[in-house]
């Protein structure tokens, strides 16, 4: 099973710095909105039940985009929220709570890869991953990093894209099918795979492809009113891809053959 091998578009650091700003884009921005992941802030909030956070829990939130779920994770289940990231948007929405943002105060933004996370071993209770480990270079080496950053018995909650191998439509190797975190995704089963060698105990998963469903849905009517607004009204400037006109036909019945999926997965560190 495909775990460790490093996608030709994510091996290098200049790389992971060009895959993170493409999600600070207004072209991200325009597919996924503020939250960067299937199911928004509804998932987001299931993965937190699923989770059991505590209020006055340390939970980072690694690769936390925008930071939208770092803040409603604070605002929700009243923990301690640390967002980490390597786009320079997460270190701007810092800067911003430094001037008065009445975002919680509650929750701290930092700069950095989440292959090399610059806090000390044991910091957290429990850790957030959502829509990233499939773009993590080394998917090992940052699980490594999340179970020393854990407490003993704390709780990570991955949700991700899944692709089944061999099941990508070839156009979706690309800018795009990065933004939709496909290129180097796992299979549904890879992620279990990738947690229980790194020390996990599985304590539950759920299958929300439907999310996916939704998220295409919503994109749909986007580009209906995108396209109604005519030839001036490009939606995403210079940097809006050709879709071929098929491709989130395509996707859709991917998901409803189950060859592309999202799920949420919770384990505990057992160290
Ligand atoms: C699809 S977005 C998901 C963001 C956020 N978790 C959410 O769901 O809204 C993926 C995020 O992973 C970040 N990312 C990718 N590789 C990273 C790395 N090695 N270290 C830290 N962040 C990374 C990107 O900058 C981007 O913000």
Redesign the pocket.
Known sequence: MRVSVKHPM?NTYSA?IC??????SKL?RLI?G????PGGLRA?NRLGRAMGLQPGWRVL?????????ATALSRVFRCHVTG????A??AQTSRQRAFGDPIPADVAFVR????M?PFRSGTFDAV?????TS???DKPA?IAEVRRLLRTGGVIGL?DVTVEPGTLPPELDSTVGM?L?LTDALPAGGYPQLLASGGFEILDRADLSDEVLSLLADLRNRMAIWNGLGPTGSPGGDDWPDFPPDLLDRVEASVTRGDIGYWLYVARNLA
């Open positions: 994510l992971k895959c993170a700003d493409l999600y600070s991200a996924l503020d939250s960067l992941h987001t939130d690694l690769a936390c985009g925008l930071g939208t779920s980490l990231d390597l786009g948007e997460a950095g890869d989440a292959e996370p957030v991953i959502e829509c990233a773009l993590f270079a940052a949700s933004m975190c």
